[in-house]
């Protein structure tokens, strides 16, 4: 379904011949109602308004009259100095990417009064703005293994972990939507920023405009400034950007892609270090790859590399499939280490690991996977799988001992190898019914905690089983 | 502080309505729903996030659902029959498992917490853990609230709505969606269908909205 544009007829800036099918109303600004005398389907929506003339929860009001998920809506501020061709050409990217919305939840909506009052609040009742919060689907959250991804990077401290089950305080949620691209199992999501909606908007704005073009993932907080050949993605927080979906802008036709950091006011998150992060790392891997850097990190647009190979190269759990088909395309066996990476690789010290499985059992993408056949046990590894988390060395008992950790690295043969074996191990088996008890590693580390004096008990539990220690 | 009190005067029709909506239908409930669907026109409930549920609503009370086969409905989604109830309507059953008398107690604890509230049941209402009833709860705290708004006693307005966010944040909010996705399982269209939803849409936005009115009132 295609977004219908509206756009203030109120001094307007864009000329109605750039965007034919846009339908201009006098004084939306003033009077967002006036939507509602349009006489199209508009349940997906592009508002094209002036900035300072009109107050959010007045235009969210109108929008929900008119039954549209006010969330779903796109809006354009348009200024005078913008370009009438620039406005049309990001006016098909909101298109695009209004016309991917999915709808939205009730969890989804997070009421907030504005601080200052506008001068039409004090005679009308009063109105909340609403942002799109996060929503957490407790069926796919690996909380119950362990993982706790999102508390650790939340910057409001809005996730909590207890008892196995995260719990969302959405009062404290910003929201930055980092939580939503991190989450390594995808329980995490907002409507306002999905793959799909990305990449409507990407390809729209590729294929749109006559030559090669930037993109630029910028804060939505803050003013768009699309420029000749740039042109602007808003995020929830810049620093939400994985460097893969730079990358996949490559992919997809862009000619350049980067993260922009919230300038000299500095982020009011204090998160800008993500979006650098994240420029780097994809500059390292077009390095890596033999690639012009300057791609991610550079203020020119270069020729594009496109590769239509990658089926929803923003996807979760996609960053290994862009990394290889960029690999593929230039025929390097790339192999480079960068903490911001998006796949990871674990190394097991095989002496100080027990063979405990709690990596695994912990692992929510499941890269890392214990295996038992007869009376023996393997930690078998996928890279393709590894979104770097570290879950897997939060979880371990001996990381003390240097038994376990992860490196952010991105290695084309790892990555091509599919699974492998980090470590392998007898295991201890009941003498009665023959079932499998424990790794034998871990039994022997037992054994050393416990010490000489508990000889005894360490052999029953390492003899029989469970069901069969009644019969000692 | 008189548009507060507009809106709480809104928020506590819309419980009491949601809430007699939810009792087992008969023709006088249905009349009344008809008839009191006029008093939210004009309040602009377009102003809030739960309207378009509202609005689904609307149209299938406009549609005159009948009776029968709203009775028949009720049954069984919310009945106990042989098999099950597909969502039982009380909130024990979400809370608290059924052996070692643990919905009494459930109950009992519940019921203090509306004598506290100066609250007693009236013999004839539905069990205290039922939607309904906790509907009907909130209501009355809203009206309360309304009262202080209209009498210019902020603080204590203020004060009811810290004990609608506790209401909300125990009971309603914890309970609700887990019930309203039981409720959508069983019955994927309707005059049910459409009231969960609204009832979904209309108690987080609660949970949220008053926590944000309170929020708002410190920053003053």
């Given at each position: 379904m295609t977004a219908t544009i509206i756009l203030c007829g109120d001094a307007p800036h864009i000329d109605a011949t750039e965007i034919p099918d846009a339908i201009a109303v006098e004084g939306l600004c003033r009077d967002p109602g006036r939507m509602g005398t349009v006489d199209v389907d508009p349940s997906r929506i592009v508002l094209v308004l002036h900035p300072g003339s009109y107050h959010l929860p007045d235009v969210q009001t109108a929008l929900r009259s008119i039954d549209v998920d006010p969330l779903g809506a796109q809006i354009m501020d348009t200024a005078q100095d913008d370009a009438a061709i620039l406005l049309a050409v990001a006016l098909r990217g909101l298109q695009a990417r209004a016309s991917a919305f999915a709808g939205s939840s009730a969890e989804h909506a997070k009421p907030e009064f504005p601080r200052e009052m506008s001068r039409r609040g004090f005679f009308r009742p009063l109105a909340p703005a609403y942002v799109a919060a996060p929503l957490l689907d407790h069926t796919i959250c690996a909380a119950t293994n362990g993982c706790r991804a999102c508390v650790g990077l939340c910057p409001q401290a809005a996730y909590r972990w207890q008892s196995g089950k995260i719990s969302y305080d959405k009062d404290a949620c910003v929201p930055c939507g980092r939580c939503v691209t991190t989450c390594p199992t995808g329980a995490i999501e907002t409507p306002v920023v999905t793959a799909e909606m990305i990449e409507a908007q990407v390809t729209a704005l590729v294929t749109s405009w006559g030559e090669p073009i930037g993109i630029r993932f910028v804060c939505s907080r803050g003013a768009l400034h699309h420029r000749p050949n740039w042109f602007d993605v808003a995020v929830p927080c810049s620093s939400m950007v994985p460097g893969s979906w730079l990358l996949a802008c490559l992919l997809i036709g862009a000619g350049a892609a980067t993260a922009i950091p919230c300038g000299d006011a500095g982020c009011p998150l204090g998160l800008?270090?993500?979006?650098?992060?994240?420029?780097?790392?994809?500059?390292?891997?077009?390095?890596?790859?033999?690639?012009?850097?300057?791609?991610?990190?550079?203020?020119?647009?270069?020729?594009?590399?496109?590769?239509?190979?990658?089926?929803?190269?923003?996807?979760?759990?996609?960053?290994?499939?862009?990394?290889?088909?960029?690999?593929a395309l230039t025929n390097r066996a790339m192999d480079l280490t960068h903490p911001a990476a998006d796949t990871g690789v674990v190394q097991i010290d095989e002496f100080a690991c027990t063979m405990c499985g709690q990596c695994a059992k912990t692992c929510p993408t499941h890269a890392l996977v214990e295996v038992y056949e007869g009376d023996l046990v393997s930690l078998s590894f996928d890279a393709r799988a590894c979104v770097n988390c570290t879950q897997c060395v939060s979880s371990c008992p001996e990381l003390g001992r240097g038994a376990i950790a992860v490196t952010g690295r991105v290695s084309v043969e790892l990555l091509t190898g599919g699974r492998r074996d980090l470590n392998r191990g007898s295991v201890a088996v009941c003498e009665i019914c023959g079932k499998a008890i424990a790794p034998t590693m871990m039994m022997d580390r037992i054994g050393d905690i416990l010490g000489e004096e508990f000889e005894v008990t360490l052999a029953m539990l390492g003899s029989r089983c469970l069901d069969c220690r009644g019969r000692w | 502080m008189i548009e507060w009190a507009e809106d709480s005067r809104t928020r506590q029709g819309l419980y009491r309505f949601i809430g007699v909506a939810l009792r087992p239908p008969d023709s006088y409930r249905l009349g009344m729903l008809a008839a009191s669907r006029y008093y939210f026109t004009g309040r602009?409930?377009?102003?809030?996030?739960?309207?378009?549920?509202?609005?689904?609503?609307?149209?299938?009370?406009?549609?005159?659902?009948?009776?029968?086969?709203?009775?028949?409905?009720?049954?069984?989604?919310?009945?106990?029959?042989?098999?099950?109830?597909?969502a039982m309507p009380t909130e024990s059953s979400?809370?608290?498992?059924?052996?070692?008398?643990?919905?009494?107690?459930?109950?009992?604890?519940?019921?203090?917490?509306?004598?506290?509230?100066?609250?007693?049941?009236?013999?004839?209402?539905?069990?205290?853990?039922?939607?309904?009833?906790?509907?009907?709860?909130?209501?009355?705290?809203?009206?309360?609230?309304?009262?202080?708004?209209?009498?210019?006693?902020?603080?204590?307005?203020?004060?009811?709505?810290?004990?609608?966010?506790?209401?909300?944040?125990?009971?309603?909010?914890?309970?609700?969606?887990?019930?309203?996705?039981?409720?959508?399982?069983?019955?994927?269209?309707?005059?049910?269908?459409?009231?969960?939803?609204?009832?979904?849409?209309?108690?987080?936005?609660?949970?949220?909205?008053?926590?944000?009115?309170?929020?708002?009132?410190?920053?003053?």
């Open positions: 800008d270090q993500g979006a650098i992060e994240a420029n780097d790392f994809a500059s390292s891997v077009l390095a890596g790859c033999g690639l012009e850097s300057g791609m991610v990190v550079g203020e020119s647009v270069f020729e594009p590399i496109r590769d239509g190979g990658v089926d929803a190269p923003f996807a979760r759990h996609r960053a290994a499939d862009v990394l290889v088909a960029l690999a | 602009e409930l377009d102003r809030f996030a739960y309207s378009r549920a509202w609005r689904r609503f609307d149209e299938h009370l406009d549609g005159g659902a009948p009776l029968q086969s709203l009775e028949v409905e009720y049954v069984r989604l919310f009945g106990v029959g042989l098999s099950g109830t597909p979400y809370r608290v498992p059924a052996r070692d008398g643990g919905i009494a107690d459930f109950i009992s604890k519940i019921q203090r917490e509306y004598r506290a509230m100066g609250l007693v049941s009236a013999g004839k209402a539905e069990a205290p853990d039922h939607i309904s009833t906790e509907m009907e709860v909130m209501s009355y705290l809203c009206g309360v609230e309304a009262d202080a708004w209209e009498s210019g006693q902020g603080t204590q307005a203020l004060e009811n709505l810290g004990l609608e966010a506790r209401f909300l944040e125990r009971h309603l909010a914890v309970w609700v969606p887990v019930f309203s996705r039981r409720v959508r399982a069983a019955t994927p269209s309707g005059f049910y269908e459409s009231l969960i939803d609204l009832l979904h849409a209309f108690v987080i936005h609660e949970a949220d909205y008053v926590r944000a009115v309170l929020r708002r009132s410190e920053q003053r």
